[in-house]
């Protein structure tokens, strides 16, 4: 049964910095990749980030490049989100997901697993 466990999601203020953490488990293909969603309220949801199992390749959304940094701990079957200079804008839901045995995507229809996700709200 394959599980993804967000966490680390909170209220901070613009500017500031928060670092999310997917923890997964269950999986049993030999690879897989792990992408970052986010969903604002009436809004579609949106592709952040992903990194790749086969060689750690990563990719950000435009609206992230040089201020998220996505990273793995194989050892410890879990994915980072690392946050940097928050904007209102980034205020949403974020999801963890993933799919075995396929390159990473920014699309999030590629992916078969989700977490529950956690909220993350930037403000003043």
């Known amino acids: 049964q394959v599980q993804l466990v967000e966490s680390g999601g909170g209220l901070v203020q613009p500017g500031g910095s928060l670092r999310l953490s997917c923890a997964a488990s269950?999986?049993?293909?030999?690879?897989?990749?792990i992408g970052w969603s986010r969903q604002a309220p009436g809004k579609e949801r949106e592709g952040v980030s992903c990194?790749?199992?086969?060689?750690?390749?990563?990719y950000y959304a435009d609206s992230v490049k040089g201020r998220f940094t996505i990273s793995r701990d194989n050892a410890k079957n879990t994915v980072y989100l690392q946050m940097n200079s928050l904007k209102p804008e980034d205020t949403a839901v974020y999801y963890c997901?993933?799919?075995?045995?396929?390159?990473?995507?920014?699309?999030?229809?590629?992916?078969?697993?989700w977490g529950q996700g956690t909220q993350v709200t930037v403000s003043s």
């Open positions: 269950g999986f049993t293909s030999d690879y897989y990749a």
């Open positions: 997901a993933a799919v075995p045995a396929h390159g990473c995507g920014l699309t999030p229809d590629i992916y078969h697993y």
């Open positions: 990194i790749s199992d086969s060689d750690g390749s990563t």
